[in-house]
């Protein structure tokens, strides 16, 4: 067994109605003067409303920044950090999607740290400490709400920016499922594909190691148990419950491994194209792991038995190849048809897609390495 080495620094509080707790975690943390950030969809359906007026109940002074984009761009976290340090916040409470979530953890390092977030582009790049961050995710895909991650974009070059750094962790996730209930079913089908993704390209990839394997096999496991229900009936609390958690324990995974080629290829062709990142997760998954399912049979074949499918007496290369049809079966069940096309991709554009992609430091641990005829095979496959 080679070395590796695993460190989480969030602290995880997962409970239907949690977010009655917020005070509590805030005033743990040190906190007086909240910065709440979201996006217009969180504060349409009342969900900022609803943390406001749980802060101000506790008699804690609160602010609002709730103009983060989808795809968020680097204007964002600048405007929501003025606003922060014009209110004299001291700790942020991010509530939303992975866009949002991303935002926050952003601006709660700026309310700290010198310059530009720009200038933290890359790992390991992040001087200081940042103000603390309670992340309170309203999706169960992107696990932005303990990753080291933010994922931004920069609207002039088209192309998506990441800021990774242990600094950038929140302090504290507070996975409240009945905050879900109201996804529709095309973006829980969507986040629901995200997280799938991530369990399974971390649990695959060359960077994974035990304690990331059990994390990512037991979030395939919620997930092939409950996404079906979680689209098919939004209120289905204990679906909900299973999605979340799903989320979290792959972000948990991934988050000191890396992921793989369906990632290298999310970020141009969210970039470029405008595709929302778990739909583009979920139109390339399953060609991908087509591609790489010889690389690492047994992983696959355990990816096969995880989503049902009939394994007795086959070989184990057999019982790999059986995992691509799960996942395009779970796919087409949770509604989702998209190919590229329908995005405005052409064959025209895979040169700018693939030397993109290729940049990626997702390539490097995917289980088979690829050439670049490989990687617009894989487009191509997915276009029409």
Not at 58 to 63: C, G, K, L, P
Not at 326 to 355: H, M, Q
Request: one cysteine or more; glycine letters at 10%.
């Amino acid at each position: 067994m080679r070395a590796f080495s695993y460190h989480i620094p969030t602290q995880i509080e997962f409970g239907n109605g949690a977010i009655a707790r917020l005070p509590e975690f805030v005033k743990a943390l040190g906190g007086s003067r909240v910065l709440v950030v979201g996006d217009p969809g969180v504060q349409r359906a009342g969900l900022i409303d609803r943390v406001q007026a749980i802060l101000t109940g506790a008699s804690i002074f609160n602010a609002v920044f709730a103009d983060v984009e989808s795809d968020p761009a680097t204007r964002s976290v600048d405007e929501g950090t003025v606003h922060g340090k014009a209110n004299g916040c001291d700790l942020v409470v991010g509530i939303g999607g992975g866009s949002a979530l991303d935002t926050a953890k952003a601006i709660g390092l700026m309310l700290v740290n010198d310059g530009n977030i720009k200038d933290y582009v890359g790992i390991g790049k992040v001087p200081r400490a940042g103000a603390p961050v309670i992340a309170v995710p309203t999706t169960a895909g992107t696990g932005s709400e303990l990753t080291i991650w933010s994922v931004l974009s920069d609207k002039v070059a088209k192309a998506k920016i990441s800021v990774g750094s242990v600094l950038n962790c929140p302090a504290i996730a507070l996975l409240d499922p009945e905050l879900t209930l109201s996804l529709p079913p095309q973006i829980t089908a969507a986040t629901g594909m995200d997280a799938l993704t991530h369990a399974l390209e971390s649990y695959v990839n060359t960077a994974t190691q035990p304690i990331s394997e059990a994390m990512s096999d037991q979030a395939m496991t919620l997930i092939a148990r409950s996404l079906r229900k979680a689209v098919a009936d939004g209120s289905d609390v204990e679906a909900r419950g299973d999605m979340l958690l799903a989320s979290t324990i792959a972000a948990m995974a991934f988050n000191s491994t890396r992921l793989g080629l369906v990632h290298a290829f999310a970020m141009p062709l969210g970039a470029k194209f405008g595709i929302p990142h778990g739909l583009v997760n979920a139109i390339m998954l399953p060609g991908v792991m087509r591609f790489n399912h010889l690389a690492n049979p047994r992983k696959f074949a355990r990816i096969a038995e995880i989503f049902g499918e009939k394994t007795a007496s086959l070989p184990v290369e057999e019982v790999a190849a059986l995992s691509v049809s799960a996942i395009e079966k779970l796919k087409l069940d949770v509604g989702i048809t998209a190919k590229l096309s329908n995005f405005g991709v052409t064959e025209g554009r895979f040169d700018e897609i693939v030397d993109e992609a290729m940049l990626s430091g997702n390539v490097p641990v995917n289980p088979r390495q690829p050439t670049k005829d490989d990687m617009k095979a894989l487009l191509r496959a997915e276009l029409v």
